[in-house]
């Protein structure tokens, strides 16, 4: 406890960092209180929740703001939207492809055309939200409460969106990756107090191993975010002047789970695709009745199952298409670094490729695991809001969010000569010398 303390005073003793902190507890405050003003032209005491589906995830996303029906129901979740698509047009259109190769003017591009494009998505997801309000909790006319709102929206994405933008900048981690992880974490108290309310005096003994349960869960998606492959490579010595600078020894870092969250991100979109599509015919169709029943239920072991194997299939995707051997092999010839053992070129590309393939596959299992454990832990009796918190999105980007502002923190200590936040287990990249190629 005293070691906690001296780390919180000396990182409130550098001025730069405190200031940073600050910044960003008053952008998330912000943030926070835009989630409880409601759009003009609604009653709020006649709201219904919808947080079933596709809509309670936006609403954890969102920290209630789209249950709110808030200036800020959209979130910065259309953004992400763009950005994704930005991300795969880079991959699979030439066009994009150069522009990124541009340096600084091309991200500037991409920047620009992924903030069009967000508009774009808030104005056509608008129209959706406002189908789903309640029509009593409306008191204005349907079509000038339909624009409005869509300006009124829109506007509050934007704000969103710069307000990430300024906390990466003046504030302490990644912005849009912050607002995110709040939204989520604001519901934590307020689902324990439920889950611990949920039990009887009797109960306090299974309250108490479900922390402990959630404890190890959280521990086991630290270990899967930062588990990493590192491949030695070697760099030939090198003539400076009139001497001989000895070859340096570093590591490229393949992650074992290197698709990070996308993965469940796609499968949890294509998933309610079987129920809307299935209820087309559900009145008609005995067998469209089940499947829409069975892929509505994301308890039920057929709708886990699939979801598993599609999280599967799309982390295999997702890292053949975030990590390209060949791009590594490339750059690792040109810089004078090869592996030992392999031949540099196609040789290194393709040793690259194979323990990639190896590591994706017990990394894309634990991440299926993750995905379906909520579901696991509602069959044993935990309540659904504290149940979203025992894996799947929620909590991988939680524990991301967090390592990686525990990283900048920690790099800011360092750099003044102080211990880091922790004296043992200390974060990767402090100690060790590793190369990322990329």
């Known amino acids: 406890m005293k070691k906690f303390i001296t780390t919180i005073k000396n990182i409130f003793a550098i001025d730069d960092l405190r200031v940073r902190i600050l910044n960003t507890l008053g952008f998330i405050a912000i943030f926070r209180l835009g989630s409880y003003v409601v759009l003009p032209g609604i009653d709020p005491n006649q709201l219904t929740s919808n947080t079933e589906g596709i809509f309670g995830l936006l609403d954890t996303f ?64 608008a129209v959706g939200f406002v189908a789903t309000i309640n029509s009593e909790a409306i008191v204005v006319n349907t079509t000038l409460f339909t624009i409005s709102s869509m300006i009124v929206l829109t506007s509050g994405t934007i704000f969103c969106m710069w307000l990430g933008e300024r906390i990466t900048d003046k504030g302490i981690g990644n912005g849009i990756s912050m607002l995110i992880m709040i939204g989520i974490i604001s519901r934590f108290p307020g689902a324990i107090v439920a889950e611990a309310l949920s039990k009887e005096l009797n109960g306090a003994l299974l309250f108490i191993f479900e922390l402990i349960v959630l404890f190890f869960v959280v521990m086991s998606v630290v270990m899967l975010t930062q588990a990493v492959r590192r491949i030695p490579v070697q760099y030939a010595k090198q003539v400076g002047g009139s001497s001989l600078y000895s070859g340096q020894r570093q590591f490229i870092p393949l992650k074992v789970n290197a698709a990070g969250v996308m993965p469940i991100i796609f499968a949890q979109s294509l998933m309610f695709l079987p129920s809307m599509i299935a209820s087309i015919w559900a009145d008609s169709n005995e067998t469209a009745s089940y499947i ?61 490729d194979n323990i990639l393939t190896k590591i994706t596959l017990p990394g894309a299992i634990y991440l299926a695991l993750v995905a379906i454990f909520p579901a696991i832990a509602m069959l044993f009796g935990v309540t659904r809001e504290f149940a979203q918190f ?45 190369a990322m190629v990329s």
């Open 62 to 125: 969102l920290g209630g703001a789209f249950s709110n029906a808030s200036i800020f129901a959209l979130g910065i979740m259309p953004y992400i939207s763009a950005s994704i698509v930005l991300q795969l047009l880079t991959i699979a259109v030439p066009y994009f492809q150069k522009m990124q190769k541009e340096g600084e003017s091309g991200r500037k591009k991409i920047n620009q055309i992924t903030r069009v494009l967000t508009i774009i998505i808030t104005l056509a997801q």
């Open 292 to 352: 829409g029943a069975t892929f509505s239920d994301f308890t039920s072991w057929q709708y886990n199952v699939v979801f598993g194997l599609m999280i599967l299939i799309f982390t295999y995707f997702y890292t053949a298409i975030t990590v390209n051997p060949n791009q590594i092999a490339d750059d690792l010839k040109r810089s004078g670094g090869f592996v030992p053992g392999v031949k540099p070129g196609r040789a290194t590309s393709e040793y690259i």
């Open 390 to 434: 025992y894996g799947g999105t929620s909590l991988i980007i939680m524990v991301g969010v967090v390592l990686d502002t525990l990283k900048q923190i920690e790099s800011y200590l360092l750099m003044r000569h102080y211990d880091g936040m922790m004296k043992s287990g200390k974060l990767r990249g402090r100690t060790e010398n590793i």
